[in-house]
């Protein structure tokens, strides 16, 4: 591989890792306890050339779970080998997919496609090469009808979330999903909980998405949501640059 390739792969790589740590609020001192390192991996692509390099310096930095976004145009033999890879290193692969407009009722299809891809991939993959979980990233603040009919929005998000996770468990696979560190400041169209709440609830684990440069302000930013998911016995991780 050459060295400017290399670099662009560890710089990718650096950018997008993150620390997810599981905690859960109890009175008195709150205490974490480490259980995952994880990245993104969204540039699918470099598995085709740089599986090894991707494991080695993943295993290097303690990683031990990669969100691997999902690409049909790359082949299944790819995935197959990246993940058999993975797994002999220590490091299990969650497929990963989303976009803002997941949360959109007429942009449904585009769930089905990645449900219908995980699920034939399972199917015809060995035990050894396969997922071991999903996890979504669907962010509607960025779309307009936030700011314009947010009740309108939100409902169409949970009426997705609902499909999504369904369909997932259909799979016998988990499903996670990032929200960010703010959205216990919104509630649902009827009022009965906050929106950080109802998604934290329709997960099997959240990670929220807490992104400052010290630990103080990363909890901080991280506390409410990880009450909200304490009370419910949910796995909230804090996802940090």
Request: aromatic content about 10%; hydrophobic content about 45%; charged content about 20%.
């Amino acid at each position: 591989m050459k060295k400017h390739a290399l670099r662009f792969l560890t710089l990718c790589l650096a950018c997008g890792l993150l620390m997810l740590t599981g905690m859960s609020v109890h009175p008195g001192p709150a205490k974490a306890q480490s259980h995952l390192k994880a990245t993104w991996l969204w540039h699918t692509s470099m598995i085709q050339s740089s599986a090894d390099d991707i494991i080695g310096f993943a295993s290097r930095q303690g990683v031990n779970l990669i969100y691997l976004q999902m690409n049909q145009d790359v082949r299944p033999e790819h995935y197959r080998k990246f993940i058999r890879l993975a797994g002999e290193n220590g490091i299990q692969v969650h497929v990963l997919g989303g976009a803002s407009n997941w949360a959109l009722e007429s942009e449904r299809h585009r769930i089905d496609t990645f449900l219908n891809w995980t699920a034939e991939y399972q199917a015809a993959a060995a035990p050894e090469e396969r997922f071991t979980g999903i996890h979504v990233d669907i962010e509607p603040h960025t779309l307009p009808q936030w700011k314009t009919d947010r009740d309108w929005l939100v409902e169409q998000w949970q009426s997705n979330v609902r499909y999504l996770v369904s369909r997932a468990h259909c799979l016998d696979l988990p499903v996670g999903a990032d929200i960010t560190f703010w959205l216990h400041t919104y509630s649902l169209p009827d009022q009965s909980m906050t929106i950080s709440r109802w998604m934290i609830g329709q997960f099997d684990q959240i990670a929220i998405m807490a992104y400052r440069d010290t630990a103080a302000n990363i909890y901080n930013l991280a506390a409410a949501e990880l009450k909200e998911a304490d009370a419910l016995g949910k796995e909230a991780l804090i996802a940090v640059e």
